[in-house]
């Protein structure tokens, strides 16, 4: 930044000097001209200012949200947190208006489709304390196969669940220990009937309990 300043700076002078402002500037300048030639650095240095903000400005532009994030999300990356929803919430906000028809969960759908890897989405999910993109078909065998999930069982309480498969997140990544566990999950559900949930799911460590405690009741 300095040297680019100086470069400017110097081709501002010999402007100057090629606009005859200088007249002997250079080694002994009069106050007249040294007033000149602080005009003429000014000027330059305000264009060179606005160049930075311009550049800075392009540069956050380059930097914008790009929808594959919510997929990205979706895989705990990064693991939820309040803040992490949060983020993910207020960008779906400014994309699509949610759909609560399903009292449980908010869902928005996108106008293109943001999914990787084979997998196509277009719709994300916020339910409870989890954050989620509904994947188009029933997928969660290939899901599973793909992040390395295995069955966890506890989505068919109640018959909420056809498939359910989950992944807990290394002990790095997981909140403190007496919050509870962070995990990958993908569900099939009547819920979302031709779709597959593939979300980054919080649970308590009392949730999680009484879940374990209702699935050996309907055993």
Known sequence: ?????????????????????????????????????????LNITASLSLGTILALSLGSNALAFEKSTFFDAALCKPPYSSASATRMYDEAEKLAKADTSLMTAAVYKLPADFGRQGFEADEVVFAGTSFGVLVEGLRADDLAKSYHLSSDGLGNLFGTATKSYGRALAKAEQPAADMGIVSVIARESAAFPGKTLLACEFVSHEDLEAMKSLQSQSK
Request: glycine residues 10%.
């Open 1 to 41: 930044m300095t040297k680019i300043l100086e470069i400017a700076v110097r081709s501002g002078l010999a402007r100057a000097c090629r606009d005859g402002t200088c007249n002997g500037v250079i080694g002994n300048p009069s106050s007249h001209d040294s007033a000149v030639i602080w005009d003429h650095i």
